[in-house]
């Protein structure tokens, strides 16, 4: 397994899922906090797996130019960074929305039922 990772389980494990996946996580809460698109996420994730492989390769005598732990590094990051995006994206919606959507779960949210409370208009100010 240390072959394929490139280095020891537990380099791959502090550097890349803690290091660079907590990173990844933070930004994807950045990048949903400020109503940003999703690709923005795929983009970031690729400079944060880069990063980490670098400070593998400069720390612990890493490959630097290996294809497959690159993919893993970038597998993890991605998925945290999407983590920390769906989460906060979805925190947003059914905060700063509250009488349009509702929380299904920590990842969803779905319009309100349209009932005679919602269609109301607000009473005219004069």
């Given at each position: 397994?240390?072959?394929?990772?490139?280095?020891?389980?537990?380099?791959?494990?502090?550097?890349?899922?803690?290091?660079?996946?907590?990173?990844?996580?933070?930004?994807?809460?950045?990048?949903a906090g400020t109503w940003r698109p999703y690709f923005q996420v795929v983009f970031y994730s690729l400079l944060?797996?880069?990063?980490?492989?670098?400070?593998?390769?400069?720390?612990?005598?890493?490959?630097?130019?290996?294809?497959?732990?690159?993919?893993?590094?970038?597998?993890?990051?991605?998925?945290?960074?999407?983590?920390g995006y769906r989460l906060t994206l979805a925190d947003l919606m059914v905060r700063q929305y509250p009488w349009?959507?509702?929380?299904?779960?920590?990842?969803?949210?779905?319009?309100?039922?349209?009932?005679?409370?919602?269609?109301?208009?607000?009473?005219?100010?004069?």
């Amino acid at each position: 397994m240390s072959d394929i990772l490139g280095n020891e389980i537990a380099v791959f494990l502090g550097v890349i899922v803690f290091l660079a996946g907590g990173c990844g996580f933070l930004a994807g809460q950045a990048i949903a906090g400020t109503w940003r698109p999703y690709f923005q996420v795929v983009f970031y994730s690729l400079l944060l797996a880069g990063s980490g492989r670098f400070l593998d390769y400069a720390l612990f005598d890493g490959r630097l130019f290996a294809l497959v732990p690159l993919l893993a590094a970038y597998c993890v990051v991605l998925a945290l960074a999407s983590l920390g995006y769906r989460l906060t994206l979805a925190d947003l919606m059914v905060r700063q929305y509250p009488w349009l959507y509702e929380r299904i779960d920590a990842f969803r949210w779905r319009e309100k039922a349209r009932t005679a409370d919602n269609l109301a208009e607000p009473p005219a100010t004069h």
